[in-house]
Nanobody, 117 residues
């Protein structure tokens, strides 16, 4: 499975961005998909995830109420709508798929989001 993320960029604080992640290869709509991020000098952290039906999203406390995750299984794509962005949201955002007991089995390369103050 290959994951490719799109939509990163530079935005001012209070603005919004929408990230997309397209999965290709041996994909399955049963995969839970999601996003992690890694800010400069910090460890990678969970942002959000969603089950295959879209009925069970999960969010980090730091993004609840501002970010919304969704997916389109027909397109093998997961989205992350990010509103009210803050400078502390600046990070490389990674798309992930197929959660197991050991973590996510597939990771994309990441897309950079920079929020200026």
């Amino acid at each position: 499975v290959q994951l490719q993320a799109f939509g990163g960029g530079l935005v001012q604080a209070g603005g919004f961005l929408r990230l997309s992640c397209a999965a290709s290869g041996r994909t399955s709509s049963n995969y839970r998909m999601g996003w992690f991020r890694q800010a400069p000098g910090k460890e990678r952290e969970f942002v959000a995830s969603i089950n295959w039906s879209g009925t069970s999203p999960d969010y980090a406390e730091s993004v609840k109420g501002r970010f919304t995750i969704s997916r389109d299984n027909a397109k093998n794509t997961v989205y992350l709508q990010m509103n009210s962005l803050k400078p502390e949201d600046t990070a490389v955002y990674y798309c992930v798929a197929d959660r197991s007991l050991r973590g996510y089995n597939y990771w994309g390369r990441g897309t950079l989001v920079t929020v200026s103050s």
